[in-house]
C-alpha cells in the first residue's frame, strides 16, 4: 500500500488478556518506531527498529511489552497480561532513515 | 532523562490572525520535526530542522530552529479553519540515538 497500515484499529481487552498489535510499514522503510499516545498527550517512544534489529527499546515500560520485526518488515507489538493503564493509542511510524516519519492510523486500545 | 514542553498548551485565534507555538528542550537537539494531528488524526510531518539558527518557510507556516539548538518555533500567519490541530514538536538528541521525543503538544483553535 502507499502508507503506513495498522490492524486492528480498535481492541477491546479485558484485563489480564494478552494482544498483539499489526503495524505494516511503508514497503522499503528501513526504520521502525513504536509509540503510546495517551488521550490529550503526545505520542511516547516505545521502539525503535532498523530493519529486523531492534536498537532502541528503552521506551518499552515493563516486560510486559514485547515489539519484533522478524523479516526486517511487518512488526508486531505484543502486550501481555494487559493492565488498565496500557489503555492508549499505539502507533507505528516507519522512515526511509531516521528522517520523515510516516504515521499509521494507530489502534486504540481499551483495557476493560 | 531528556523533556521537550511546549508552550502555550491551547490556544484559540479569530480566523485571520497569528499563532505561534514554542518548544523547548532540556537538551540539545541533532534536529527537530514538526507534527501536525488533526482531531481523531495521526501526526502528519510537517517540516525537519538540522542546522543551528535554520529558518525555513511552508506558504503560511514558518519554522526556526534556535542557535543553541535547544528550542524553536512554528509561526502561522493569518491562520484558517484548517489550521485546526495539535501541534507537536519532536526532538532527538545529539548524542545518536534513534530516540524522538515529542512536545506536550499545542492544541489550535481556530473560530471563523
Known amino acids: 500500500g502507499a502508507g503506513v497500515s495498522q490492524s486492528p484499529r480498535y481492541k477491546v481487552a479485558k484485563r489480564g488478556q494478552d494482544v498483539a498489535l499489526r503495524c505494516d510499514p511503508i514497503?522499503?522503510?528501513?526504520?521502525l518506531f513504536w509509540y503510546q499516545q495517551a488521550l490529550g498527550q503526545g505520542p511516547e517512544f516505545l521502539t525503535y527498529f532498523q530493519n529486523e534489529a531492534q536498537l532502541d527499546k528503552s521506551g518499552l515500560p515493563s516486560d510486559r511489552f514485547f515489539a519484533e520485526r522478524p523479516e526486517g518488515s511487518v512488526s508486531t507489538l505484543k502486550i501481555q497480561r494487559t493492565q488498565q493503564e496500557d489503555s492508549a493509542v499505539y502507533l507505528c511510524?516507519?522512515?526511509?532513515?531516521?528522517?520523515?516519519?510516516?504515521f499509521g492510523p494507530g489502534t486504540r486500545l481499551t483495557v476493560l | 532523562g531528556q523533556q521537550v514542553m511546549q508552550i502555550p498548551q491551547y490556544q484559540h485565534v479569530q480566523e485571520g490572525e497569528d499563532f505561534t507555538t514554542y518548544c523547548n528542550s532540556s537538551?540539545?537537539?541533532?534536529?527537530i520535526q514538526w507534527y501536525k494531528q488533526r482531531p481523531g488524526g495521526h501526526p502528519v510531518f510537517l517540516i525537519q530542522?538540522?542546522?543551528?539558527?535554520e529558518v525555513k518557510k511552508q506558504k503560511r507556516l514558518t519554522f526556526q530552529f534556535g542557535e543553541a539548538k535547544k528550542n524553536s518555533s512554528l509561526h502561522i500567519t493569518a491562520t484558517q479553519t484548517t489550521d485546526v490541530g495539535t501541534y507537536f514538536c519532536?526532538?532527538?538528541?545529539?548524542?545518536?540515538?534513534?530516540?524522538?521525543?515529542f512536545g506536550t503538544g499545542t492544541r489550535l483553535k481556530v473560530l471563523a
Open positions: 511510524a516507519s522512515s526511509a532513515l531516521v528522517d520523515t516519519q510516516y
Open positions: 537538551t540539545t537537539l541533532s534536529n
Open positions: 514497503s522499503g522503510h528501513v526504520s
Open positions: 530542522l538540522v542546522k543551528s539558527g
Open positions: 519532536a526532538g532527538r538528541e545529539a548524542s545518536g540515538t534513534y530516540k524522538y521525543i
